[in-house]
């Protein structure tokens, strides 16, 4: 029974590795290769490679342009969540605001999210900004609707005990509005991170100086489908890495943000 619990979690990815082989023995290697060669090439391709360096990709190998795709993600989220969760927070309490914001996003919730990248490629083409307007913008209205769509479900009679209290909308804002929406969007934020880093991967393809989109763009242009399988992995990496610095940061700000805690606490600031 514990040895089961146990084996649980490694079973989709050794499903994985062992179709990947069989295929790969099927196809030849040349065609896909191995995961074994894909790790040998993983490791060397790290520190340097010589199709990058050829393509005027750095010395560095992949290593540097796994590290500037994913700061790249994580500072467009960031931005692009912050800025949402304080335009929600606005727009909840401004009527005006509410419905020229509800009128955009009936226009712009439904466009895919590459849709994009080509504006922001025309306006700034060849540079590392494609990715980060690309991917703000996308995880900016993602967010803004899920922003909303939590404030919307936010427990009226802990709003009108604040009012009650003296707070104003500033303070109900961010200590009974801001907590209560918080725990709900951790699931958002993880999903609009592996969707930015989709969008910065293709931005960098079509028009970005680094990236591993760039790097995959190189071995494309080699045919080298090792190189290109090596940019999948780091890929891979990437998305759980930034995943795990999402979930801990969450947590991080989620911990002491108990509602009845912070009504209390309101409650003694108010006398």
Not at 73 to 82: D, L, N, Q, R, T
Request: net charge positive; with cysteine.
């Amino acid at each position: 029974m514990h040895f089961s619990r146990a084996l649980g979690p490694w079973i989709p990815p050794l499903l994985l590795f062992g179709l990947w082989y069989a295929t790969s023995t099927y196809v030849g290697t040349s065609r896909l290769p191995s995961p074994y060669t894909t790790a040998k090439l993983l490791i060397s391709s790290a520190s340097r490679d010589s199709i990058i360096e050829a393509q005027g990709g750095g010395e560095g190998g992949y290593l540097p342009h796994v590290s500037s795709t994913a700061i790249a993600v994580f500072k467009s989220v960031s931005v692009g969540g912050i800025s949402a969760i304080i335009l929600a927070l606005a727009v909840n309490h401004f009527r005006r605001l509410r419905a020229v914001t509800n009128v955009v996003l009936g226009l712009l919730k439904g466009l895919p999210p590459l849709i994009f990248v080509p504006f922001a490629a025309v306006s700034l083409a060849g540079t590392n900004d494609v990715r980060l307007l690309s991917v703000l913008i996308y995880s900016h209205i993602t967010l803004l609707v899920y922003a909303l769509n939590g404030l919307s479900a936010v427990d009226k009679n802990l709003l009108c005990l604040a009012a009650l209290l003296g707070a104003g909308r500033v303070r109900r804002a961010f200590t009974v509005e801001l907590p209560s929406i918080l725990p709900g969007l951790l699931g958002p934020f993880r999903l609009v991170t592996a969707f930015g880093l989709g969008v910065s991967i293709v931005a960098e393809y079509l028009v970005s100086p680094t990236g591993i989109g760039r790097v995959m763009k190189y071995a494309l242009a080699f045919s080298n489908v090792g190189l290109i399988l090596v940019g999948v992995v780091w890929t891979v990496l990437t998305a759980l890495v930034c995943d795990a610095i999402v979930v801990t940061i969450f947590c991080l700000f989620l911990r002491g943000t108990d509602r009845r805690t912070l009504v209390a606490w309101m409650a003694r600031e108010n006398g």
